[in-house]
């Protein structure tokens, strides 16, 4: 089962990779999410000074795992619309972004106290802070914040919907 979800975030990778098309006065970022209930890849694509980010974060969820409660992560694609708020420059060319905005979620999760897989949709916010390097390096510090709902159970007689803990 592990093997199954290297493949697909490799795969996703990929897909990633080759949506990168930079043109004048674009940037777009490829980078790793570390947390301690996460670990996945994200992408940036940011038009042009002033205009919102489109921000995706292909997670897989530790949680359970984290725990000692579960084996196997769940999964999270993530999506936030991020509005730089300020931005400082200094004169050795590198720089600082604010940015925060909303966003969604969607996934297939363990939620906290549950033994079942359960799909989880809902919405997201997100604040963070980057540091933009002259070498293309960016290293940046945010917090989210996401509520939904979860799908559970084996067939449509018995699905439940509940609000998802994700604690």
Known sequence: MTRL?????????????????????????????????EVGLSYTYAASDGNPWQMFRLVADLSDVVRGESATPGVR???NMGYPIRSWRSLSGTFLDLVAGPGAVIGLVKDYGSDNFSAVAGLSGMIGLYHHFTSRFV?????????????????????????????
């Open 139 to 167: 290293l940046g510090i945010g917090f989210n914040a996401e509520l939904g709902i979860c799908l559970s159970g084996k067939n449509t007689q018995n699905t439940e919907i509940s609000y998802w803990k994700n604690q």
């Open 5 to 37: 979800w290297g493949t697909i975030l490799l795969a996703l990778m990929g897909s990633l990779v080759s949506m990168v098309a930079c043109a004048q006065g674009t940037r777009s970022e490829l980078g790793a999410v570390y947390s301690p209930k």
């Open 77 to 79: 694609l993530v999506y």
